[in-house]
């Protein structure tokens, strides 16, 4: 059974920073690119980064780029994302996706298996 747990949401003010991890089992991890995606209150589900399995290829959405950096431990079977200069509009509930193969997608009906996610509230 796939298993993404997230963690490292909360509540920070704008400007802040955080450092969101994801923690995968029930699957080679190797196999398997990694992203985060974020939801908003009435908004569609949307991309924020996606790292490759072996970690050579990366890439992020318009919005994130030079403020947030997505990361992988395959030895612990975790990805992070860390975000930082954090604005109000980065609100949202983030969510750990896994795509099994080597190339990095940026759209969500692409990726397998999903977290149940975790919350992100940035106060202005």
């Known amino acids: 059974q796939v298993q993404l747990v997230e963690s490292g949401g909360g509540l920070v003010q704008a400007g802040g920073s955080l450092r969101l991890s994801c923690a995968a089992s029930?699957?080679?991890?190797?196999?398997?690119?990694m992203a985060w995606f974020r939801q908003a209150p009435g908004q569609e589900r949307e991309f924020v980064a996606a790292i490759s399995w072996s970690r050579d290829r990366t890439n992020y959405a318009d919005s994130m780029k030079g403020r947030a950096t997505i990361s992988r431990d395959n030895a612990k079977n975790t990805v992070y994302l860390q975000m930082n200069n954090l604005k109000p509009e980065d609100t949202a509930v983030y969510y750990c996706?896994?795509?099994?193969?080597?190339?990095?997608?940026?759209?969500?009906?692409?990726?397998?298996?999903w977290g149940q996610g975790t919350q992100v509230t940035v106060s202005s």
């Open positions: 996706a896994a795509r099994s193969g080597t190339v990095t997608m940026s759209v969500p009906d692409r990726y397998d298996y």
């Open positions: 029930g699957l080679t991890f190797t196999s398997y690119s």
